[in-house]
């Protein structure tokens, strides 16, 4: 199982210049090793010189101005049905993957083992006829996770997809936008 580890929020505080970061202004955040732990600081846009060499990860942010809207997560019953109506649109691919990674981050789903009986999740259903067959070559098997929602132990598979560095900005706006909603007060 994949390991749980803890990064701080956001100070709002640059680390470099210790100065506090202003309203709409851009600053990185980056996650370091200490330890047996993580770090996160966060870093003025303009003090910014590119991530430093023991960096594990890093993103930029902006904060937020007083005037905008807040948003939330959509419930997670709203995102699990999401997850589900995206099996039908094969272009969502790449986004319903990150959607489910996201579920299990939020422990709303769960992996669970295929049965002993039958192709294992994502193996191509082969007809018995085509045994005799070599001249086509054999397609290869889709990587899908079989998940389990813990919400109502209800079962979907998801593709397994590459993501490349290049689109990997656009996917995240568009999950954002599919999973955030405005509010225009957070309950207490």
């Known amino acids: 199982m994949i390991g749980e580890y803890k990064i701080n929020r956001t100070t709002r505080r640059c680390s470099v210049g210790d100065r506090p970061l202003e309203p709409g202004e851009v600053y990185y955040s980056v996650v370091l090793e200490a330890d047996e732990d ?3 600081v966060d870093i ?19 904060v937020p101005r007083a005037e905008e809207k807040k948003r939330e997560i959509a419930p997670p019953e709203v995102l699990i049905e999401l997850l589900r109506s995206m099996a039908e649109q094969p272009a969502a691919a790449k986004s319903r993957f ?5 579920l299990l ?4 789903l769960k992996t669970i083992e295929p049965t002993a009986t039958g192709s294992p999740i994502g193996a191509p259903e ?12 054999e397609p290869k098997p889709r ?10 132990q209800s079962t ?5 997809v590459a993501i490349g ?11 954002i936008d599919l999973i955030y909603r405005d509010v225009d007060e957070l309950p207490e």
Do not use: C
Not at 105 to 108: A, D, S
Not at 156 to 160: F, G, T
């Open 38 to 40: 993580f770090k996160r």
């Open 44 to 62: 003025a846009a303009d003090a910014w010189k590119g991530p430093p060499e023991e960096a594990i990860g890093w993103w930029k942010n902006r």
């Open 98 to 102: 990150l959607l489910a990674l996201l």
């Open 105 to 108: 981050r939020k422990r709303h």
């Open 126 to 137: 082969r007809d018995p006829s085509d045994e005799g067959e070599t001249n086509t070559p």
């Open 143 to 152: 990587e899908t996770m079989l998940l389990m929602s813990n919400l109502d």
């Open 156 to 160: 979907m598979e998801v593709e397994v």
């Open 165 to 175: 560095a290049s689109e990997a900005g656009t996917l995240q706006d568009e999950l």
